[in-house]
């Protein structure tokens, strides 16, 4: 009972951040709990509560609240993965929180650890069942994180290997001058930088087609000077896309976000 109250209550303060952990060995205070099962590729549930993993974005299942959004390429199959990881190891899972606990959603934001140690996140990301999603400040073992996308990606797994057998899903990668009006939805985003410059509300970068802004509030993660040199190179951005007048745009808040500032092409 105290572990539940303890996880339910989020009141372990010893979770603390260290930047960019070089692996995914779990680094902090942790807490064994018993999951139930995985209600997508990276959410599940664990003692009643609804828990999101840090660090993943994997694809969604068919969403038939208020708009009938279809399923996109291995909704099902990473989910399946997920609770076979969680069926395999007993369903024994230990949990680390980050410098974000609870998302707008108030799911709980975990980093999630198998009996064993392995980490959850770095499993699935190798395999391709998901994409990396920085955000929330929960930045701890964002450099662990992207090298198990890499990995992925350079071994042509799950779905890196259906986006080269089908190119025109878009998903989970496109290049900014083939985005459709249908393309909307987090993915990463290929395109040059066409113009860098800053409004009283946002920095701004256009490439070709696609817009990404980065809100006020969050500026103090950015180093404007670095933001102006990306102008004429081509660029990866990966967040939510959404359309806009006929125009898509992209929002972040974190500068892993873009490919050029993630840890992996950091000295």
């Not at 404007?224 to 806009?244: D, P, W």
Request: charged residues 25%; positive net charge; contains cysteine.
């Amino acid at each position: 009972m105290l572990k539940i109250t303890l996880f339910l209550l989020l009141s372990l303060s010893a979770f603390s951040a260290s930047a960019n952990q070089k692996d995914c060995s779990p680094d902090g205070a942790q807490l064994s709990l018993k999951a139930t099962y995985a209600t997508s590729g990276s959410e599940l549930i664990i003692q009643g509560k609804a828990v999101r993993l840090i660090g993943l974005y994997s694809p969604q299942r068919e969403q038939k609240q208020k708009f009938n959004t279809p399923a996109q390429p291995l909704a099902k199959e990473a989910q399946l993965f997920l609770n076979k990881l969680l069926a395999n190891n007993d369903l024994e899972v230990s949990v680390e929180y980050d410098t974000t606990k609870v998302d707008e959603f108030n799911r709980q934001l975990v980093h999630l650890f198998l009996k064993d140690g392995t980490s959850v996140q770095q499993k699935i990301l190798e395999s391709g069942f998901a994409i990396n999603r920085p955000a929330h400040d929960n930045n701890k073992y964002t450099k662990c994180y992207f090298e198990a996308e890499q990995k992925a990606r350079e071994g042509k797994y799950q779905l890196w290997d259906y986006l080269e057998k089908h190119p025109d899903s878009h998903f989970p990668w496109v290049k900014s001058s083939e985005l459709t009006s249908q393309d909307t939805g987090y993915r990463i985003i290929q395109g040059k930088v066409l113009k860098v410059m800053k409004s009283s509300t946002n920095y701004i970068i256009n490439m070709d087609t696609t817009g990404i802004r980065i809100p006020k509030r969050h500026w103090d993660k950015f180093d404007f000077n670095k933001l102006k040199q990306l102008k004429g190179k081509t660029i990866e951005v990966r967040g939510l896309a959404y359309l806009y007048k006929g125009v898509m745009f992209v929002i972040i808040k974190q500068p892993a976000a873009i490919d050029a500032f993630n840890p992996l092409n950091q000295p």
